[in-house]
């Protein structure tokens, strides 16, 4: 399945590179930073899937979605939540809001996939999941990747799993402790907690997750990672607590 980015943020564009080439039926045939790149693109060689940036400057991903008679399938990868319901009014195929993980990634191509199989019935798929069988994400081989993007200063910052000390999490931001100062992102604490491998970071609080291999001891109801003091919820004690003794001795 051919597919083309088009995306003005390079590190976006390095992260959809590294996914897309996990997945044995995607095929990228151009990476272009604005709209008018990529209807020079389309131009030489029609794609059959676009990942598509909305705020790209002068033409918005929409504007160019808008203008081409011969519409690809479309899966929007943005910043901005804003436009969720006018994408599925542009029957995109799927709206990853970025910083978006390797699985979510997948479970968009795949609808994808299926999608190109029913209009071209001579493809075969190269896995078709049966109902109480691993998920198709699951049957391809990928490592989960060992870093996050996150919006913060007007940017996409790419950060490291074993960077992180801990995450604390306010009313609509998160901070993201990596040394002494922390880098502000607006997301929420669930969803951040979604992005990260369960083994390695653990919910300890309603406002705090703290990274396991950080930890420098544990007091009482109390934390201790670098100088940092982090408070262990009630409701989260005893499944913590628990998770701490089976990696004891």
């Known amino acids: ?84 319901i006018e994408s599925y009014n542009l029957s995109a195929i799927d709206y990853l809001l970025k910083p978006f993980t390797l699985e979510r990634f997948l479970k968009a191509v795949n609808k994808a996939y299926t999608l190109f199989s029913t209009r071209n019935t001579s ?18 081989d990928v490592k989960t990747p060992d870093y996050i993007f996150v919006k913060a200063d007007y940017k996409t910052v790419k950060i490291s799993l074993d960077q992180i000390l801990y995450i604390e999490g306010l009313k609509d931001y998160i901070k993201i402790y990596t040394g002494p100062k922390p880098i502000l992102t607006q997301l929420s604490l669930k969803s951040i907690e979604e992005k990260l491998p369960s083994n390695i970071f653990f919910r300890v609080h309603r406002s705090y997750i703290v990274s396991l291999k950080h930890i420098q001891c544990i007091e009482r109801s109390t934390i201790r990672i670098v100088e940092a003091r982090i408070p262990i919820g009630e409701s989260y ?3 913590f607590l628990k998770a701490i003794g089976e990696r004891g001795h």
């Open 237 to 239: 004690k005893e499944k």
């Open 123 to 140: 493809t075969q798929l190269p896995f078709t999941p049966k109902p109480g069988s691993i998920s198709a994400s699951t049957i391809i």
């Open 1 to 84: 399945m051919r597919c083309i980015i088009v995306d003005d943020e390079p590190l976006a564009i390095d992260l959809l590179n590294d996914f897309i080439g996990r997945v044995p039926f995607l095929i990228k045939t151009a990476e272009c930073k604005n709209a008018l790149e990529a209807i020079e693109a389309l131009n030489h060689c029609p794609v059959d899937l676009i990942f598509l940036d909305i705020q790209m400057p002068n033409i918005t991903g929409i504007q160019l979605l808008n203008s081409l008679d011969a519409k690809p399938m479309i899966i929007f990868t943005t910043a901005y939540s804003e436009y969720a």
